[in-house]
């Protein structure tokens, strides 16, 4: 019996929903095309075998998660785009990393990437207290550098040389978001 997606957070555009088993097969998809690939941390190939072991990790219930990983499914056709997630939590300090990957080609560039993370940056500052959110984010990949500024993020540093690209090394910028920075924005998203 196949169940539908659970939507955990409702954007415009896309909704942020709990990981299926059934839907494994699209990440080992996304994560051994090299257009994706190239921007992920990882950069081994992904099997079937080891995303279901992810997924049984992260979906086992921990009292005080330190990660969050949602699916993106479009909210006009239900159909999955993408990962975004929340990591490396830490309650005391009030400080969390995020970070994403749209796999389906055809959705790049619709504002689906935009409404996740204001979603998700939203639900981190409002439900889980949080008053900081990073990021990191290749040189080589303005597209991701111009949705996370348009989120609120600010480039607070760059690491120079810091990554491996394609065979040479670029630089990796970090970002971050304070918690009263973004509620301007989300209040103006909300508007729009």
């Known amino acids: 019996m196949t169940i539908d997606r659970i939507p955990f957070l ?5 909704h942020l929903c709990v990981p299926r088993k059934e839907d494994m097969a699209h990440i080992v998809q996304w ?19 080891a995303e279901m072991e992810w997924y049984d990790r992260v979906t086992k219930s921990q009292p005080h998660q330190r990660d969050f990983v ?3 499914e479009t909210k ?11 990591h490396g939590i830490n309650y005391r300090t009030q400080v969390g ?5 749209i796999g389906h080609h055809a959705a790049h560039g619709k504002g689906y990437g935009t409404d996740a993370k204001m979603q998700l940056l939203h639900w981190a500052f409002t439900e889980l207290n949080l008053r900081k959110v990073v990021s990191n984010v290749l040189s080589a990949n303005p597209r991701s550098l111009r949705y996370l500024e348009k989120t609120g993020y600010k480039v607070v540093g ?7 690209f394609q065979g040479s090394f670029v630089d ?21």
């Open 10 to 14: 409702k954007g415009k555009l896309v």
């Open 31 to 49: 994560f051994n095309d090299p257009s994706i690939l190239q921007f992920l941390a990882s950069r081994e190939p992904a099997t079937l075998e």
């Open 70 to 72: 949602f699916f993106l």
């Open 76 to 86: 006009a056709d239900k159909q999955l785009i993408g990962t975004m997630g929340l």
């Open 97 to 101: 990393s995020t970070g994403a990957a």
């Open 158 to 164: 760059t690491r120079k040389k810091h990554s491996l």
């Open 172 to 192: 990796e910028h970090i970002l971050e978001v304070f918690k009263e920075d973004f509620m301007p924005l989300w209040d103006a998203y909300q508007r729009t």
